[in-house]
């Protein structure tokens, strides 16, 4: 710009010069002045010169400048018309040119040089892969006017790919060579020297005493050291991710009483490592002992200075402005003692958000005081005991005025409003707001990391509107389903499943698109088979809010199966085993002991038509009948159902016959009518351990009795442990009258080297036992595809009878697996798992037991 000033002032310069030897100018028209005092003109003309390509029109548009303006010379005007093309990023270099003057008007020229534009972009000393991955991140359109800022952002993204991989030293050069096949048009060549990768060596700590090296390394999440043993950290240095780390180490320190905690310095040392050896041969046409040296990749060692002051301890905490409840009441809520370590992250916790027990905040915010705000002031630092004042506002109650919900366009509001907590007209809670999101969450049809809640509080009349957003995710499924057993082959399961049917909307052919949904109602059809074989068909429906004004769930099924034993179907000669079956149950959400509780009651009728069956013990012809009441009291208070972070589900669950031994001239034939009593406790707890990884924990009971001890247990509702739980296995039957139950690195039932209960009873245990630890960490919480890794430990067995029952018999085993959830497919499940135990008594390692198993699983979770 002062360029263009000074350029000015010599063309007025020289042009007054000009006049005065020619005598053009006259005394009466210009009055003497000296040569840098400015002259008002106005503007005569406007010209563009040097352009080629670009409207000369346009440009004189966009300086802002026209014919009959007054212009002072030098000036302001000239310099804003400069500043508006120079802003338009399309021209090179600018000039302001006085072309000549007629009395008191000025004619200019703009000389003018455009910027080329870009045709194509080339990167040299990369491999194609690489270069094209350049091109989507830099994101260059051809045709753009190519600027300096161009060329840096270029430069800039190409050295942060590399960087971000761990070449530190890349160089970039840029240059351009014009197109011959375009006018105006460049192509920028993009030569890159990547060096050599460079990796965190070494990680130290200076001036640190109270806390080690390697507590502090450890507080360290993405800056960490690369070693040979340390197979999942790259040991990239990347500079965002170090300052948050460094940040989550002075947070270390305040959590541990060191408030005064800094970080004074850090030093990033490039280090060449280099070694010499010696070897026998031929160099350079001579034999004999030669030495070479070898350089390593560069290495980088990291130095952090640390100064980390006194540690400190609270003292005397006292509290102003609370009226509501006693110092004494909010004291023992905190829960802070005299003579704690002094930590900010433990006050901010137990003062605003405690996730695993009650906070200050939630105490005044669960009874409506939405208003409520909490400042803690340290009043006095003595040696290194500090004093804290609560000063608190608690404000009015506030009191619900509107729900509002968005982003659902499937599922009605009237599905997701009577699972909130939070009512027009109900004092303001935030545990219950949170239980709200959690339920909304709960139903399957929305994403869960997108369920959003804003109260928006009213200060002015003391209410507050809560606006929960939802994002639908495909909750219908194509449920595919199977196994694979060495006698029985595949068994495979083709089905739909709608999970948010809506019977009330089946009625108008407009909203069969291609079902209709929408009312959280469920319509299971199923095919089941193996050829001829095997063959199963189910039907189920299910309403979640029987009525509509309360929870009572309501659901009935019919299922029929056929299973037949060999290949030879003959009529004479077969051999199988026919049931049909039906059930209705209903249950409902209990509010005692809190609403996380449901109990529910079914009834169901099975019957059994058995042809030559072989595999029930004394039972191989005839029909059986069984009448079964169930009841199932449960718990469920997990975040999630897809992946599940924290909470819990418990259930307790008793099936019950009539005692038909028990009624008078009862029939001698025990399978006649089937009687037994059955007890089933499952338990599982999801622990969050910190990041993503979660801890699950299970424990499984199962056992069956009978009313009269001089009968013999039945061949039904038994146990079989082993393989995936799926239940199809070597030489005995598949899923009829028994319940499987996976463990994972053993033989499906029945085969060979299956679990001895289930190998040699045909007809399986009345008990069993199950624990199981499982290490789960998501790799992806896309709705449409959630993919968790998993380790597990687990143990289990079932046995014949009471008397050989025995809790710490088990078989061992552990491996590692992986679960995927599709929307449209369900669940997909692949476990690798090793047994420990033999399950042929004295078979040693040298025996013919296959200990490790792979396990693949498609919609169904192992109990």
Same mark, same amino acid.
């Given at each position: 710009?002062?360029?263009?000033?000074?350029r000015?002032?010599?063309?007025?310069?020289?042009?007054?010069?000009?006049?005065?030897?020619?005598?053009?100018?006259?005394?009466?028209?210009a009055?003497?002045?000296?040569?840098?005092?400015?002259q008002?003109?106005?503007?005569?003309?406007?010209?563009?010169?040097?352009?080629?390509?670009l409207?000369?029109?346009?440009?004189?548009?966009?300086?802002?400048?026209?014919?009959?303006?007054?212009?002072?010379?030098p000036?302001?005007?000239?310099?804003?018309?400069?500043?508006?093309?120079?802003?338009?990023?399309?021209l090179?270099?600018?000039?302001?040119?006085?072309?000549?003057?007629?009395?008191?008007?000025?004619?200019?020229?703009f000389?003018?040089?455009?910027?080329p534009?870009?045709?194509?972009?080339?990167?040299?000393?990369?491999?194609?892969?690489?270069?094209?991955?350049?091109?989507?991140?830099?994101?260059?359109?051809?045709?753009?006017?190519?600027?300096?800022?161009?060329?840096?952002n270029? @430069?800039?993204?190409?050295?942060k790919?590399?960087?971000?991989?761990?070449?530190?030293?890349?160089?970039?050069?840029?240059?351009?060579?014009?197109?011959?096949?375009?006018?105006?048009?460049?192509?920028?060549?993009?030569?890159?020297?990547r060096?050599?990768?460079?990796?965190?060596?070494?990680?130290?700590?200076?001036?640190?005493?109270a806390?080690?090296?390697?507590?502090?390394?450890?507080?360290?999440?993405?800056?960490?050291?690369?070693?040979?043993?340390?197979?999942?950290?790259?040991?990239k240095?990347?500079?965002?991710d170090?300052?948050?780390?460094?940040?989550?180490?002075?947070?270390?320190?305040?959590?541990?009483?060191? @408030?005064d905690?800094?970080?004074?310095?850090?030093?990033?040392?490039?280090?060449?490592? %280099?070694?010499?050896?010696?070897?026998?041969?031929?160099?350079?046409?001579?034999?004999?002992?030669?030495?070479?040296?070898?350089?390593?990749?560069?290495?980088?060692?990291?130095?952090?200075?640390?100064?980390?002051?006194p540690?400190?301890?609270?003292? @005397?905490?006292?509290?102003?402005?609370?009226?509501?409840?006693?110092?004494?009441?909010?004291?023992?809520?905190l829960?802070?003692?005299?003579?704690?370590?002094?930590?900010?992250?433990?006050?901010?916790?137990?003062?605003?958000?405690?996730?695993?027990?009650?906070?200050?905040?939630?105490?005044?915010?669960?009874?409506?005081?939405?208003?409520?705000?909490?400042?803690?002031?340290?009043?006095?630092?003595?040696?290194?005991?500090?004093?804290?004042?609560?000063?608190?506002?608690?404000?009015?109650?506030a009191?619900?005025?509107?729900?509002?919900?968005?982003?659902?366009?499937?599922?009605?509001?009237?599905?997701?409003r009577?699972?909130?907590?939070?009512?027009?007209?109900?004092?303001?809670?935030? %545990?219950?707001?949170?239980?709200?999101? =959690?339920?909304?969450?709960?139903?399957?049809?929305?994403?869960?990391?997108?369920?959003?809640l804003?109260?928006v509080?009213?200060?002015?009349?003391?209410?507050?509107?809560?606006?929960?957003?939802?994002?639908?995710?495909p909750?219908?499924q194509?449920?595919?389903?199977?196994?694979?057993?060495?006698?029985?082959?595949?068994?495979?399961?083709?089905?739909?499943?709608?999970?948010?049917?809506?019977?009330?909307k089946?009625?108008?052919?407009?909203?069969?698109?291609?079902?209709?949904?929408g009312?959280?109602?469920?319509?299971?059809?199923?095919?089941?088979?193996?050829?001829?074989q095997?063959?199963?068909?189910?039907?189920?429906?299910?309403?979640?809010?029987?009525?509509?004004?309360?929870?009572?769930?309501?659901?009935?099924s019919?299922?029929k199966s056929?299973?037949?034993?060999?290949?030879? +179907?003959?009529?004479s000669?077969?051999?199988?085993?026919?049931?049909?079956?039906?059930?209705v149950?209903?249950? =409902?959400?209990?509010?005692?002991?809190?609403?996380?509780?449901?109990?529910?009651?079914?009834?169901?009728?099975?019957?059994y038509?058995?042809?030559?069956?072989?595999? +029930?013990q004394?039972?191989?012809?005839g029909?059986a009948?069984?009448?079964?009441?169930?009841?199932?009291?449960?718990?469920?208070? *997990?975040?999630?159902?897809?992946? *599940?972070?924290?909470?819990?589900?418990?259930?307790?669950?008793?099936?019950?016959?009539?005692?038909?031994?028990?009624?008078?001239?009862?029939?001698?034939?025990?399978?006649e009518?089937?009687?037994?009593?059955?007890?089933?406790?499952?338990?599982?707890?999801f622990t969050?351990?910190?990041?993503?990884?979660?801890?699950?924990?299970?424990?499984?009971?199962?056992?069956? $009795?009978?009313?009269?001890?001089? =009968?013999?247990?039945?061949?039904?509702?038994?146990?079989?442990?082993?393989?995936?739980?799926?239940?199809? $296995?070597?030489?005995?039957?598949?899923?009829?009258?028994?319940?499987?139950?996976?463990?994972?690195?053993?033989?499906?039932?029945?085969?060979?080297?299956?679990?001895p209960?289930?190998?040699?009873?045909?007809?399986?245990?009345?008990?069993?036992?199950? +624990?199981?630890?499982?290490?789960?960490?998501?790799?992806s919480?896309?709705?449409?595809?959630?993919?968790?890794?998993?380790?597990?430990?687990?143990a289990?067995?079932?046995?014949?009878?009471?008397?050989?029952?025995n809790?710490?018999?088990?078989?061992?085993?552990?491996g590692?697996?992986a679960?995927?959830?599709?929307?449209?497919?369900?669940?997909?499940?692949?476990?690798?798992?090793?047994?420990?135990?033999?399950v042929?008594? $004295?078979?040693?390692?040298?025996?013919?037991?296959?200990?490790?198993?792979?396990?693949?699983?498609?919609?169904?979770?192992?109990?």
């Amino acid at each position: 710009m002062h360029s263009f000033f000074y350029r000015l002032r010599a063309a007025a310069l020289a042009w007054l010069l000009w006049g005065l030897t020619t005598g053009t100018l006259q005394a009466q028209t210009a009055p003497a002045t000296s040569p840098d005092e400015p002259q008002r003109y106005e503007i005569g003309g406007i010209t563009v010169s040097g352009t080629r390509y670009l409207d000369p029109n346009t440009l004189i548009g966009l300086t802002g400048l026209k014919v009959g303006d007054k212009v002072s010379i030098p000036g302001d005007e000239l310099g804003r018309a400069v500043r508006k093309l120079w802003e338009q990023g399309i021209l090179g270099d600018i000039n302001v040119l006085v072309d000549r003057i007629e009395g008191q008007k000025v004619f200019l020229n703009f000389e003018l040089k455009e910027r080329p534009r870009l045709s194509k972009i080339y990167f040299t000393s990369i491999s194609k892969t690489q270069a094209d991955e350049l091109r989507n991140k830099i994101k260059v359109v051809r045709g753009k006017v190519v600027t300096d800022a161009l060329l840096s952002n270029t @430069r800039q993204a190409v050295r942060k790919f590399y960087t971000d991989k761990g070449f530190m030293n890349v160089k970039v050069n840029i240059t351009q060579e014009p197109d011959s096949s375009l006018p105006n048009s460049v192509e920028l060549v993009v030569d890159v020297k990547r060096g050599d990768k460079v990796r965190i060596s070494d990680i130290s700590f200076i001036g640190n005493e109270a806390v080690t090296d390697g507590k502090l390394k450890g507080k360290m999440k993405k800056t960490k050291e690369k070693k040979p043993y340390k197979f999942f950290n790259s040991g990239k240095f990347q500079r965002s991710d170090f300052e948050d780390d460094k940040q989550k180490v002075i947070d270390f320190y305040n959590s541990q009483g060191y @408030r005064d905690a800094l970080i004074t310095a850090d030093s990033l040392i490039t280090v060449q490592d %280099e070694y010499s050896y010696r070897w026998i041969g031929t160099e350079n046409g001579k034999f004999g002992i030669h030495k070479a040296t070898v350089r390593e990749a560069d290495k980088l060692v990291l130095r952090l200075y640390v100064e980390e002051g006194p540690k400190y301890y609270f003292r @005397r905490i006292t509290w102003a402005g609370n009226y509501l409840y006693d110092s004494k009441t909010l004291s023992s809520v905190l829960g802070i003692k005299e003579g704690s370590v002094y930590s900010k992250e433990t006050l901010d916790k137990r003062l605003n958000y405690n996730p695993t027990g009650q906070d200050v905040t939630s105490l005044y915010m669960n009874d409506g005081y939405l208003f409520f705000s909490i400042d803690p002031v340290e009043t006095r630092v003595e040696g290194d005991s500090i004093d804290i004042e609560m000063r608190l506002s608690e404000g009015v109650q506030a009191r619900i005025k509107e729900v509002n919900i968005a982003g659902n366009t499937k599922t009605s509001d009237h599905v997701i409003r009577r699972e909130l907590r939070t009512l027009p007209g109900d004092k303001f809670n935030r %545990e219950l707001l949170i239980r709200s999101q =959690r339920e909304i969450s709960s139903l399957g049809y929305f994403d869960p990391e997108k369920v959003g809640l804003n109260p928006v509080p009213n200060p002015a009349d003391g209410t507050v509107d809560i606006n929960y957003t939802v994002s639908e995710k495909p909750s219908d499924q194509i449920t595919l389903s199977g196994g694979w057993g060495g006698y029985a082959g595949f068994i495979g399961t083709v089905g739909l499943v709608f999970n948010n049917f809506s019977l009330r909307k089946a009625s108008k052919f407009s909203n069969w698109r291609p079902v209709p949904g929408g009312d959280g109602q469920r319509l299971a059809l199923n095919i089941q088979a193996n050829g001829t074989q095997y063959q199963a068909y189910s039907f189920s429906f299910t309403e979640p809010w029987l009525g509509g004004r309360k929870p009572n769930s309501f659901s009935v099924s019919l299922n029929k199966s056929i299973q037949r034993v060999g290949t030879s +179907f003959d009529a004479s000669s077969e051999q199988s085993i026919k049931v049909n079956s039906a059930a209705v149950s209903l249950g =409902r959400r209990l509010r005692w002991p809190d609403d996380y509780f449901t109990l529910s009651n079914s009834l169901s009728f099975s019957q059994y038509k058995l042809r030559n069956y072989p595999y +029930f013990q004394g039972f191989n012809n005839g029909n059986a009948n069984n009448i079964t009441f169930n009841t199932t009291l449960a718990r469920n208070s *997990t975040d999630n159902p897809t992946f *599940t972070r924290r909470g819990s589900a418990l259930s307790l669950s008793v099936n019950l016959t009539p005692p038909y031994s028990a009624f008078p001239g009862a029939h001698p034939n025990v399978n006649e009518w089937v009687e037994f009593h059955k007890w089933m406790f499952d338990a599982s707890w999801f622990t969050p351990l910190g990041g993503k990884l979660v801890l699950n924990t299970r424990a499984h009971f199962g056992f069956i $009795g009978r009313y009269n001890d001089s =009968r013999a247990y039945g061949p039904f509702e038994r146990f079989k442990l082993g393989g995936a739980g799926l239940g199809f $296995g070597g030489s005995a039957n598949f899923l009829v009258g028994t319940e499987f139950v996976g463990l994972r690195g053993y033989d499906d039932p029945n085969d060979a080297f299956a679990i001895p209960t289930a190998r040699q009873n045909e007809s399986g245990g009345i008990a069993y036992n199950k +624990f199981v630890m499982e290490m789960r960490y998501p790799v992806s919480l896309n709705p449409a595809a959630t993919v968790y890794v998993l380790g597990f430990a687990e143990a289990g067995n079932a046995f014949d009878t009471y008397r050989t029952y025995n809790p710490y018999k088990l078989y061992r085993s552990a491996g590692v697996g992986a679960r995927i959830f599709m929307a449209a497919f369900g669940l997909l499940g692949f476990d690798y798992g090793y047994g420990f135990d033999n399950v042929i008594p $004295g078979l040693n390692s040298t025996g013919s037991q296959d200990r490790s198993k792979f396990h693949f699983i498609i919609g169904q979770q192992i109990r």
